[in-house]
DNA sequence: ATCTCAATGGACTGTCAATTCCATTGAGAT
DNA sequence: ATCTCAATGGAATTGACAGTCCATTGAGAT
C-alpha cells in the first residue's frame, strides 16, 4: 500500500533469507514457495536484487542465491532501491513540476516531512534486525 | 507512490479548495481544471467527501461544493479514510494472515514502527495548515 | 411547468503494473 | 562431451485500478 508489490516482495524475501543458514544457497523456487511470492516473478525480482550486489547468484547444481554481505549493512533503503522505489522520490503531490523549497506548493511542507520519515525509515532499519524468534 | 491515486487527489483538492473562499461553491469541473485531475475520476472522489460529511454538495444553478467544517478540524486522515485509504490498515508485509503482536512475523516491528509514523503524520495534519502563501 | 445546470451512480474502457511463459546461458555432475 | 539444473532476459498475458461515458436526479431560474 505504501510500497510497489516488488518493493514489498524485496523486503519480505530479503528478511526471510536473512533467518536462514548463510552458508547454504536457495533456490528462487523455494523462497517462492516459503515466501508465497509467485516465482518468475519472484525470480525477477531476485535479479535486480543481485545486480545491485546485495544478492549473489549462481547457476547449475547447487546453485541458488545467498545474502552477498553481512546483515547489519544491507539497509531496508537498499533494498528498496534495487527494485527502483526511491522513497524520497519528490514526486510533488500537488501535481506541480517545479515544487520545491524555493517555490513550495500548498502542500509542500507537510508532504516533505511524510517524506523524510519515511526515508528515514527505510535507511536506518536493516536486516541485522529480522526477528529470528519471530515465527507469524 | 505511498498513496493510491483517489487518496492523493483527494488531499489535493482538499487542499486547493482549503485556499478558496468558503462562502463560494465551486464546481467540480473548475476544480479539475485547477488541479490537474480528470473531470469525471475527480467527481468521484468528490462523491465519496461528501458521502463522508467532509464536502457539501448542492446540485443545479449556483451549485457546486463547499468543505462542510472548519478547515482545521479536517484531518488529513479523514480525508484519507473517505477514499477508503486507511493509513495504519494492517496488511502484514511478510504476507501473513495472523500477524499481530501476539504472533509477529520477523518484519513486524520494523514494519508497525512505519505504519505509527504515517498514521500519526495523517492525523495531526489538518487542512487548516494549508499554506496560502505557496504559490507552487 | 419547463429549461438548464451540476451532482449522482453505475456501467464501460484503457493502461500499466503484476504475473506468466519460454527460450537461452552457464555451472556442476557423470 | 553430455545431461541436468537453476539463473537470466525478454516477450506475452492478465488483472487491478485509473479514467471515461451516459443516463438520472434534484435544484434554481424564467
Redesign the pocket.
Known sequence: MYL????E?ALRVMTYMALLDPAK?????D?SKAVG?????L??I??RL??YGI?D?????????VIAKPLSEVRFLDILRAVDFEPSADHCLFGLGNCDAQHPCPLHQEWSILKNQIEQWARSHTLGEADHAAVG
Open positions: 510497489s508489490r516488488p518493493a516482495y544457497r536457495v533456490r528462487a523456487r523462497l511470492v509467485p516465482e518468475h516473478f525470480s525477477k531476485m535479479r543481485t545486480e544478492l547468484a549462481k547457476k547449475g547444481h547447487n546453485g541458488g542465491f
